[in-house]
């Protein structure tokens, strides 16, 4: 690259997207660590396997919930999940489990919320931070939680 289009690139480059598409990425490295051995998770009974969906997460999906989100489901306190809750749900194209499509998850961070990100199957990730689509349909749930309640 030479000397001229790389700062012509530097001079050109928006600090905040840059700040703000970096966090993610920070963010996406730490959900994708903390969704390690996610396949042994707990799910809730009202969502006990594969079930059908009518979201936009596909025809099937199953929910998989960390310690901490569930715990917080399980004590039926009310409120809001804590920071470190994650709630992880991967799609299916039919009931039987055996043509995946997108795994999706979300996770409770410090300040802002909750962080999501969705992967296709091949395991690239297609959205990642607050995406309109999540947050749009989320903002119905308790705390942003669409699957149960506590």
Known sequence: MSLSILVLSLACSDPDTDTAAGADELMLQDLEAALEGYES???APEW???EASATSHD???EVFFNEVSFA??????GGEMPVGAVIAKQSWK?????????FTAM?????TGWFWASWDPSG????????ALCTGCHAGG???VMVVSW
Request: aromatic share 8%; no cysteine.
């Open 41 to 43: 998770w707990d799910h």
């Open 48 to 50: 006990p396997g594969v």
């Open 59 to 61: 025809a099937f999906t």
């Open 72 to 77: 917080t489901y399980e004590a039926q306190a």
């Open 94 to 102: 039919d009931a039987e489990a055996t043509e995946e499509a997108n």
């Open 107 to 111: 996770m409770k961070v410090e300040g």
């Open 124 to 131: 690239e990730p297609v959205l990642t931070g607050q995406p």
């Open 142 to 144: 308790q705390d942003g």
